[in-house]
């Protein structure tokens, strides 16, 4: 079974209107729950005014600052720390 959960990345840095797209994948990826694990996975902004992120894990940059996105899956998360620039 799946013991958590990793992000693409752990940063990103974006212009205000770009977009960047995360992916998730279940640590250990083979394990026999990875699937389901990855098909539950919800995603969050800290900072909805900074930067969005979609149901995908499609990141947007909304204005400069920076916020946390994070995936949950179950108990599982994993972050990524997005710096926002001008465009």
Known sequence: NATGIST???TASIKVGDTRNIT???VP???DDASAVVSAVTWSSS???KATVSATGVITGI???TATITATSGTFTSSVSVTVTAA
């Open 24 to 26: 998730v994948s279940a």
């Open 47 to 49: 900072d909805d005014t």
């Open 8 to 10: 693409s990345q752990n």
């Open 63 to 65: 204005a400069e600052g």
């Open 29 to 31: 990826a083979d394990a």
